[in-house]
């Protein structure tokens, strides 16, 4: 029987906020990794990040050159960009100056190029669990400019200028709260880029970023062990079975109940990974009537079984 439109409604499993559910399961951390002032005609390559990288102009304005984009790119006062791709780039106040090279430049930390008068910018990096990071980082475009024109505008100026004040003044604690704001920074750039998701490949993050399928979203990641039903989760987003069908399938790329299998064994990946929890355990958790049934289940996404997976992860957490 279909639960009541009025528990669907009410239920505190509503709330559940699946962007979160993700970040914390990738164990997404940003650092403030540096900065720089500039002055007159400047230009600076960065090699490819091995990490994401973001920065941020904090004052002035500077061109940026990226390998595989054609164009350069102006980026003004208040601008933030992501770089998820390994690209190196070049930074400067004209495209046409031959750049410096910039770990040369940055050997002894921060730098000032020429007077320093004219520009300033502040960056650092995105890191990602190596295994479950890749639930994200392979949804990322290569390249996340957020310019300071954009709906997100004041929110990015104020962490921009508590960032480059904590900074400077070197108070205590000022390391851990530099790292709480550029964490801030981050999420707001994942949100900026949410707002354009009519706009981006099928993927669970345009799914996000679609307040028509928040609802159901929200149900899965609130009981993901429950057995969903089709209509329950259409009722929810005021959509007729069909057409919630189609389009969460077109949004997501998958069919709703397959996205919540795939959830469930991103749930139990970590699981696996960093609990002793039995296998038969796990599988009642997450919805699964037997441990054979969870086994198949898993196998099948994962191409190995659940103790096979768990063996394998810990062989390698030995030998390195």
Sequence with gaps: MLESADYLCDSTKMHADPFSDILKFTHAESLVTGGFKAGG???????????IKFFAVVKGACWV?????????????????????RRSFVLGSDPEVPPLDAMSVFAGGNATLGDGNDFAHIGGHVLLDPTSGRLLADVLPPWIHVPASSPQASTFRWLLDHLM???????????????????LLFIQILRAHLQTASAMPSSWLRALGDPRLAPALRLMHGEPARSWHLDQLAKACAMSRTSFAVHFRTVAGVAPLTYLTAWRMRLAERALREEITPVAVLARTLGYTSESAFSTAFKRVNGSSPKAFRQARHLSEGNG
């Design 41 to 51: 005609r400047w230009a600076v390559r960065f090699p490819a990040p091995e990490k």
């Design 65 to 85: 050159s990226m390998d595989g984009v054609a164009e350069p790119i102006r980026f003004e006062t208040g601008d933030v960009g992501l770089l998820t791709a």
């Design 165 to 183: 004040a904590e900074r400077a003044a070197e108070l205590p604690g000022a390391q851990l709260v530099s790292a709480q704001l550029a964490q």
